[in-house]
Antibody
Framework: QVQLVESGGGVVKPGGSLRLSCAAS????????MNWIRQAPGKGLEWISS????????DYADSVKGRFTISRDNSANSLYLQMNSLGAEDTAVYYC???????????WGQGTLVTVSS | DIQMTQSPSSLSASVGDRVTVTCRAS??????LNWYQQKPGKAPKLLIF???SLQSGVPSRFSGSGSVTDFTLTINSLQPEDFATYYC?????????FGQGTNVDMK
């Protein structure tokens, strides 16, 4: 079955960097657009980035544009999110998710927690 | 950006009740509206896509309706496992935006 497993979260100081990874299995990874979506503690869901099936196009929320970079390696069935210049407002659970019909998101990872704190 | 507004923000209901959650978009989104269920500590789960299409494996007591700017999620005969938070999401154009969520708890 479809499985998405995120890794790379942790505690980082303000201004620091972190790279998240998402390992995909159970489906033909390079057939699908992929999203990163985050959820701050006790808050709602925020779409932050998406990438096309063949390593493009990419798109970002204004809140992360210029700081975060989404990428994928279809040969490794993996999705990535490079996060730079992190601030407290980036503290959240980050989900890797597969894009389905009509732009819905039908499969999600379990999430990885990123905490930005000094 | 397209703003998504859900109502109510929370509601209390009993097992067997019919529950309705509404979602309004700040501009026309056609049928590009999706509904998710999220339980504490878990990832969201897709329930409805394209406003009214039931995702595979989702019980038929869940249904969606609406178009353009006004949408509804209905749960017929609420079950114990349905107590959760529900989010709508527009996927017409990026940034894809979510409603603030509706928490359904036990009366």
């Amino acid at each position: 079955q479809v499985q998405l497993v995120e890794s790379g979260g942790g505690v980082v100081k303000p201004g620091g960097s972190l790279r998240l990874s998402c390992a995909a299995s159970g489906f033909i990874f390079n057939d699908y657009y992929m999203n990163w979506i985050r959820q701050a503690p006790g808050k709602g869901l925020e779409w932050i980035s998406s990438i096309g099936s063949s390593d493009g196009p990419v798109d970002y929320a204004d809140s992360v544009k210029g700081r975060f970079t989404i990428s994928r390696d279809n040969s490794a069935n993996s999705l990535y999110l490079q996060m730079n210049s992190l601030g407290a407002e980036d503290t959240a659970v980050y989900y890797c998710a597969r894009v389905h019909s009509f732009g819905s998101t039908d499969s999600w990872g379990q999430g990885t927690l990123v905490t930005v704190s000094s | 950006d397209i703003q998504m507004t859900q109502s109510p923000s929370s509601l209390s209901a009993s097992v067997g009740d019919r529950v309705t959650v509404t979602c309004r978009a700040s501009q026309s989104i056609g049928y590009f509206l999706n509904w998710y269920q999220q339980k504490p500590g878990k990832a969201p789960k897709l329930l409805i896509f394209a406003a009214s299409s039931l995702q595979s494996g989702v019980p038929s007591r869940f249904s969606g309706s609406g178009s353009v700017t006004d949408f509804t999620l209905t749960i017929n005969s609420l079950q114990p496992e349905d107590f959760a938070t529900y989010y709508c999401q527009q996927s017409l154009k990026t940034p894809w935006t979510f409603g603030q969520g509706t928490n359904v708890d036990m009366k």
